[in-house]
């Protein structure tokens, strides 16, 4: 069983930044695939980021591509989406969730954490 506990979601203004982290439990959180995921009011799930296991390769969707930064900390197994240049479209819960076995297919997901990009 794996948990995900996502934390730092806040209100920040346009133009502004916020650091979320995603904590994992399990004992190889560096063999998992992490993503980060959002959900905007009246909107469908969204794929915002990923990093592989194996040399912490990462893709973007484009709308963060550029703004968005994720990494990872294996020894703390915890997963972070710094988020520069904030703006009101990505006012979302943001969610992580972490892919075991197969690459894109995520087995675990966190209750996700508020954004509020205010204009």
């Known amino acids: 069983q794996v948990q995900l506990v996502e934390s730092g979601g806040a209100l920040v203004q346009a133009g502004g930044s916020l650091r979320l982290s995603c904590r994992a439990s399990?004992?190889?959180?560096?063999?998992?695939?992490m993503g980060w995921f959002r959900q905007a009011p009246g909107k469908e799930r969204e794929f915002v980021a990923r990093i592989t296991w194996i040399g912490s390769i990462t893709n973007y969707a484009a709308p963060v591509k550029g703004r968005f930064t994720i990494s990872r900390d294996n020894a703390e197994n915890t997963v972070y989406l710094q988020m520069n240049s904030l703006k009101p479209e990505d006012t979302a819960v943001y969610y992580c969730?972490?892919?075991?076995?197969?690459?894109?297919?995520?087995?675990?997901w966190g209750q996700g954490t508020q954004v509020t990009v205010s204009s």
């Open positions: 969730a972490a892919a075991l076995t197969i690459p894109g297919q995520y087995d675990y």
């Open positions: 399990g004992r190889t959180f560096s063999s998992y695939e």
